[in-house]
Structures are given as C-alpha cells and as structure tokens.
C-alpha cells in the first residue's frame, strides 16, 4: 500500500512540475487574456482521449466522494441539464449529469462530459434561473474543452496522471483525510492555482452560458445573480465557496455578466416547477443527515412563506417529507400533502411523497397505487419507475419489478441506478445471468470497465443452458473489450 501511495505522490509531482511550467497564455487584441488553446475538436488532445482522461477521472470519483442516491434530485438535475446542453454549441457531446451529496457550494465540469454539482450549491440557488446558470456555465466549459486544453500543454503527462491529479483536487477538497486522496489531494494543492480556469476561460463560459440559458428559455439574469450572492458569502464568510476556488469571481465578470443578460432575453420564459421541492427534499436529507431538525425548519419556512405560493407550497412538501422521517407522523404528513394537492394538483413530486410516506408506514398496498398513479401520469419518469420497483421488490413481487424495469432500461431511461436495481430484481426472481448483465451494465455507465467485465464473466458461468443470456453476455464482453460503447 504504501509503496503505491508512493508512486501516485511521484506522479503528481511530476505533474506539478509540468503543469508548473506550462507557457503563459498569448494576449488577444481586444485586451482579453485568451489562451492559444484552439476551438473544440482541437487536435492537441483527440476527443477519444479527453473521454479516457474523464473516465478515468470520474472513477476515482465515485470510488472517494459521495455521490448522492436518490432519484427525485438525480432525475432533475439530469432533466435540467439535458434541457440546457441540447440548446447549448454541441447538443449531442453526450453529457452526463450527477450530485455531490456535500453541503460545500460546488460544481465541476471533467472532461468528456461529466458535470457534477453539489447539494449545497442546489440548495443556495433561489430560483432555476440561478441553478440552470451553474449547470449552463460548467456545459460551456466541457463544450470549449477548457480543462482538457489546459492538460494538453504538457505532452509528457499521462492520462492517468492528469485524471488523478484532476480526481485528487476534486476528492481532497471535500474529505481531505480520506487515505489515499488525501496525499493525493495535498501534493495537488500547491497546483490548484494551475487547474483554476484562465480569466478568459471563465468569461468565455459565462457568455456561452448566458446564450444557452436563454436559448433554454431561463432567465439569463440568473447568472449574475447568483455571481453577486457569491461574491456576497465570500466576502463575510472565513472561507469562501468551494466553487470559488476553481471559478474566480471579479467585479469585472460580475459587470460583464450583468451586461451580457441584459442583451439577452429569455425564449419563453421556461420554469419546470420543481426547483422549490427539489430544494426542501435536499433540506429536508441535509438536516435528517446531521441529526437536526428538518421540521423545525420547514415550520418556520411555512410561517414566512404566507405572501409566496409557491414558497408555501414547497415547505408544505419539505414538513410532510420532515414528519415522517424525522418522527413517524405519517398522518400528519399524508394530510399536508392533501392540502398540497388540493392547491398544486397531482404534480410528481406529491405523488412521489404520497408514496414514499405511505411505504415508509407499512402501507405497501397504498403506496404501489400512488407509484402506479405517478407512473401513469409522468409516463417518462425514471424516478417514478424506480420507486415502484422498489416497492414492488419490497412486496416480494420480484417477477413484476423486473419486468417493469426491464421496459424502462431498454427505452430512453438506462440510468445507473435503475440498473442496480434491476439486478437486484433478476436475482432475487432468480434470473442470475440477467441479474449479472444488469450489474454489468450498471458498472459499465459508471465509468468501471474491468468490473463490468467481471460480472459478464458471471453471467455467463450461470447462464445455465440460456443461450440467449450467454450470447448478450458475450457480445457485450466483446464491444467493451475493443472499448465500444
């Protein structure tokens, strides 16, 4: 162990010094600060390549943050950030969206695609405007390559050396006595300010964003808004925003962001309605987390919120979510949600809290007609797919759990989680080769090749005379080996 830990410190240092020596950026002549880093597709690091050094990135991700798992919050940011990369340069990069379950007000972009944000972040934005602005800026800079260009100065560093270097920052700036990353993490710190993006990289992302959000039909304001709610927590706080340390925030991009919204305006004025309770859900798991009470903070949200609908609206959710996990007043919390309904109609979000309160009190019967009822409305909610299945596996109805999940796996919906849980449900129905190509596929989005060639491995010892589960199992063993998706 040490001798490795040794190693990866030899790494990253070496990558310090290459990144340290790294040629200052040309000046533009307009004055700006621009890199001579080329437009996208440029050929100092291939697009193939820049995937590799993301996945190697993100795997060391999962392997050390916490990533959050569930599916109300995934599914939205997911939802949002599709809505914004399809109306942003390059819709069809194939982007994934995940969350960081840490209260630090953080987000960040890896190259190929993959854009984290933190729970904090969710919860510090007031409206979707300001949270599409966060998602739009770090699209802008996967869309114009900025991280990968910044690594393709040095020819000699390695992939995985820059996706540990990059994972080692990312890692160590949220849990920095975390073994491994956190020698990783503080041998990278004396070369944050070399990560950190360029003035001109972070401009150009604030434009780009600012077009996309209104391509988007959000309100382009939202990006210099919550620029001055940041530059605000930075200037009393004793540490300023995580996001900041990444993404430096000046006067001057504040005023050059306000003057960019101001040219800009929203094409259709698009809200999803679901910011506010994604908000209070997050409120509601953050203080179940750290032991306070949620209920006590959703009761004075409620007391405050009497001259705003839809604040009121969202702290009836968040104290009906608070009374039943908090202190079993499943009741109690049914009839908010009546009340809710009652003025906010059948949305997701109370059809999905419907029956997550009615489960959680042991009415399973209930709770699969609410889940059946979400599903029926929001026919393409993953979320609401999930959370029947769950249910339906809890009953003891394996067979029907999988077969549901089988459909929405083999439609548009193949997120991870879905996946593990249609391994769990082939195992537990006892389908052990498709529970085992499910939990390949599972490790496989994840970014894990070699443990998604182990468990196709798996499957086919127990395919058992199933041709058909052998001949996928090998067929998916012989695309991923040559590296197809």
């Known amino acids: 162990m040490l001798a490795r830990l040794h190693r990866h410190a030899a790494a990253l240092l070496a990558a310090a010094l290459l990144l340290a020596a790294a040629p200052p950026a040309a000046a533009g002549g307009d004055g700006v600060d621009l890199p001579q880093l080329g437009m996208p597709g440029s050929s100092a690091l291939?697009?193939?390549?820049?995937?590799?050094?993301?996945?190697?990135?993100?795997?060391?991700?999962?392997?050390?943050l916490p990533l959050l798992d569930d599916p109300e919050v995934n599914e939205y940011i997911t939802d949002l950030g599709t809505r914004l990369a399809s109306h942003s340069e390059r819709p069809g990069y194939g982007y994934h969206f995940f969350?960081?379950?840490?209260?630090?007000?953080?987000?960040?972009?890896?190259?190929?695609?993959?854009?984290?944000?933190?729970?904090?972040?969710?919860?510090?934005?007031?409206?979707?405007?300001?949270?599409?602005?966060?998602?739009a800026h770090e699209i802008a800079h996967v869309t114009?390559?900025?991280?990968?260009?910044?690594?393709?100065?040095?020819?000699?560093?390695?992939?995985?050396?820059?996706?540990?270097?990059?994972?080692?920052?990312l890692v160590g700036s949220q849990n920095p006595q975390a073994g491994e990353a956190a020698i990783m993490a503080g041998i990278a710190a004396p070369i944050?300010?070399?990560?950190?993006?360029?003035?001109?990289?972070?401009?150009?992302?604030?434009?780009?964003?600012?077009?996309?959000?209104?391509?988007?039909?959000?309100?382009?304001?939202?990006?210099?808004?919550?620029?001055e709610r940041l530059a605000d927590a930075s200037r009393y706080a004793e540490a300023p925003p995580a996001y900041l340390s990444t993404h430096p925030l000046t006067e001057s991009r504040i005023t050059e962001a306000q003057e960019t919204a101001a040219r800009l305006s929203a094409e259709g004025g698009y809200t999803s309605g679901r910011h506010p309770f994604i908000r209070a859900r997050l409120q509601v798991l953050a203080n179940e987390a750290a032991s306070t009470s949620a209920v006590a903070v959703m009761r004075d949200r409620l007391a405050r919120s009497a001259d705003d609908p839809t604040a009121r609206a969202a702290a009836l959710y968040g104290l009906a979510l608070a009374l039943s996990r908090e202190e079993g007043q499943h009741q109690q919390a049914l009839a908010l949600l009546d009340t809710l309904e009652t003025v906010d109609g059948e949305r997701l979000h109370v059809l999905?809290?419907?029956?997550?309160?009615?489960?959680?009190s042991g009415r399973t019967a209930e709770a699969l007609k609410a889940y059946r009822e979400a599903r029926s409305l929001y026919p393409g909610s993953g979320a609401a797919t999930y959370r029947h299945a769950e249910a339906l596996l809890a009953d003891g109805q394996a067979e029907q759990a999988q077969r549901e999940l089988s459909r929405a796996v083999q439609g548009r919906d193949r997120s991870p989680q879905l996946l593990?849980?249609?391994?769990?449900?082939?195992?537990?129905?006892?389908?052990?080769?498709?529970?085992?190509?499910?939990?390949?596929?599972?490790?496989?989005?994840?970014?894990d090749v070699s443990l998604a060639l182990a468990q196709l491995d798996n499957a086919i010892r127990h395919a058992d005379?199933?041709?058909?589960?052998?001949?996928?199992?090998?067929?998916?063993?012989?695309?991923?080996?040559?590296?197809?998706?």
Not at 107 to 119: C, K, N, W
Not at 352 to 360: K, Q, T, Y
């Open 46 to 64: 291939p697009l193939h390549k820049e995937r590799e050094l993301g996945a190697e990135a993100m795997q060391r991700v999962r392997e050390q």
């Open 99 to 135: 969350v960081v379950d840490s209260d630090r007000i953080n987000a960040f972009a890896l190259p190929g695609g993959h854009v984290g944000i933190h729970t904090g972040l969710i919860r510090e934005t007031r409206t979707e405007s300001e949270l599409a602005a966060v998602l």
């Open 144 to 169: 114009r390559r900025h991280i990968a260009q910044r690594y393709a100065r040095s020819q000699q560093l390695n992939l995985q050396t820059a996706a540990a270097v990059l994972a080692g920052i």
């Open 192 to 227: 944050q300010q070399q990560l950190a993006y360029s003035r001109s990289h972070e401009r150009e992302a604030d434009r780009l964003g600012a077009r996309t959000l209104a391509r988007a039909g959000f309100a382009p304001e939202g990006m210099p808004s919550f620029f």
């Open 352 to 360: 999905l809290g419907r029956g997550e309160i009615l489960h959680a």
């Open 420 to 447: 593990r849980l249609l391994a769990d449900a082939a195992h537990a129905n006892g389908r052990e080769a498709k529970g085992y190509i499910a939990l390949a596929q599972y490790h496989h989005a994840r970014g």
């Open 465 to 485: 005379g199933n041709d058909y589960q052998r001949a996928r199992a090998n067929a998916l063993k012989a695309r991923w080996q040559q590296g197809n998706d």
